[in-house]
């Protein structure tokens, strides 16, 4: 009797035994085996190949499974993407932007031209694809606003011994006989950006109550090496008379960003500018504006002078003369001084506001 019981004990340990080797052939070293293990799998728990429990994962999951602070992110990651996201404004054709701005003061529409004057070189083709951009810039400006935009290469009038800048006197008197609709013509020089294309000239400074708040009173007008004139700019200035808006910076006015009306007043004053006796005098054309302003009474009494930012911002400078965020353009001038046109340019063109983004904004 007590060897059969001894046999079956036998029997079974042996039985025991190719159970487990079956169970290893078949699910491989550290397999969970056990009933209690089996319950464990639940929990992300393995047996490794010391017998210690750890959190790697079950035996189904890759060795390098996401833990639980990347199924976190993921999970993050798939709120934000099905939150909903501002749309970004689509780039509009010119068609799609024409008069878009509605705009109401006069003038209005194709009474204002914006014109580039240029022969492609001087001191800023540092700028890579200056003409280019510029084009784009002005063209969606005045698509937006119902303007015209005028190109004229100036070196149809270029002559020898004259310095080229002298040419666009020429070109502003060309633009008022090509559009013969135009009341007023706004040259902007080509290294500028139009950074705030809202901005509708009439409710800006063109119409006259606009006007009378933007005009510099009692601001000395300076002479071209700083100094004062002995001249301020007066308060009996009668805004219906006004011909001509400047800006002035430190030293004197700034040709970059002129207006002119059509009327005799200034058919005369751009015949007498490129007088050649002022172009022998002067080494620029700028210097021979402010010399007319400053000798001439009748000029002044058809200038408004403006604070700079008002029309013509510097792409550096202090609060009075440096760009700030709300202003209408910004120019380039004098940045070669410390060659960083290109650099300046980049970073100004990337910050302006488009005509696109402006419409999208007014449609949200």
């Not at 464990?40 to 890759?62: I, P, R």
């Not at 580039?116 to 200056?130: R, S, Y």
């Not at 005009?215 to 008379?241: E, F």
């Not at 410390?338 to 402006?358: G, I, L, P």
Request: proline share 4%; net charge negative; charged share 25%.
């Amino acid at each position: 009797m007590l060897r059969r019981s001894r046999l079956v004990v036998a029997l079974a340990l042996m039985a025991t035994m190719a159970l487990i080797f079956v169970s290893l052939s078949t699910y491989g070293r550290g397999a969970i085996i056990t009933e209690g293990l089996q319950e464990s799998k639940s929990s992300n728990l393995v047996m490794d190949n010391s017998a210690q429990v750890n959190s790697l994962g079950t035996e189904d999951k890759a060795p390098n499974a996401p833990t639980d602070e990347d199924t976190s992110k993921e999970q993050q990651q798939q709120i934000t993407d099905s939150s909903p996201q501002p749309a970004q404004p689509s780039h509009l054709t010119l068609d799609e932007m024409r008069n878009k701005a509605r705009d109401t003061m006069e003038p209005k529409g194709k009474k204002i031209v914006v014109l580039t004057a240029t022969d492609g070189k001087g001191n800023n083709g540092a700028i890579e694809n200056l003409i280019e951009m510029v084009t784009e810039n002005r063209e969606e400006y005045c698509a937006y606003h119902d303007y015209v935009y005028q190109f004229i290469n100036i070196s149809k009038y270029h002559i020898d011994g004259r310095p080229p800048v002298w040419s666009k006197i020429p070109a502003i008197q060309e633009s008022f006989e090509i559009n013969s609709g135009a009341e007023w013509v706004w040259l902007l020089d080509t290294d500028a950006i139009i950074m705030t294309p809202q901005i509708d000239l009439a409710k800006h400074i063109l119409d006259p109550e606009s006007m009378k708040t933007r005009i510099a009173y009692d601001a000395p007008i300076t002479l071209t090496d700083g100094k004062p004139s002995g001249l301020t700019v007066s308060r009996d200035i009668d805004v219906q008379n006004i011909d001509m808006i400047i800006a002035q910076d430190e030293i004197g006015v700034n040709a970059g960003s002129i207006l002119f009306r059509r009327s005799e007043w200034t058919k005369s004053l751009l015949q007498n500018w490129v007088h050649p006796d002022h172009v022998k005098q002067h080494a620029n054309e700028q210097d021979a504006l402010n010399y007319l302003i400053i000798n001439n009474d009748d000029i002044r009494k058809h200038t408004a002078i403006l604070p700079q930012r008002v029309i013509n911002a510097f792409s550096v400078g202090g609060e009075n003369m440096g760009w700030v965020t709300g202003d209408l353009a910004v120019h380039f001038a004098g940045c070669w001084v410390d060659n960083a046109c290109d650099s300046r340019w980049k970073d100004f063109w990337s910050r302006r506001v488009t005509v696109s983004e402006t419409i999208a904004s007014h449609q949200s």
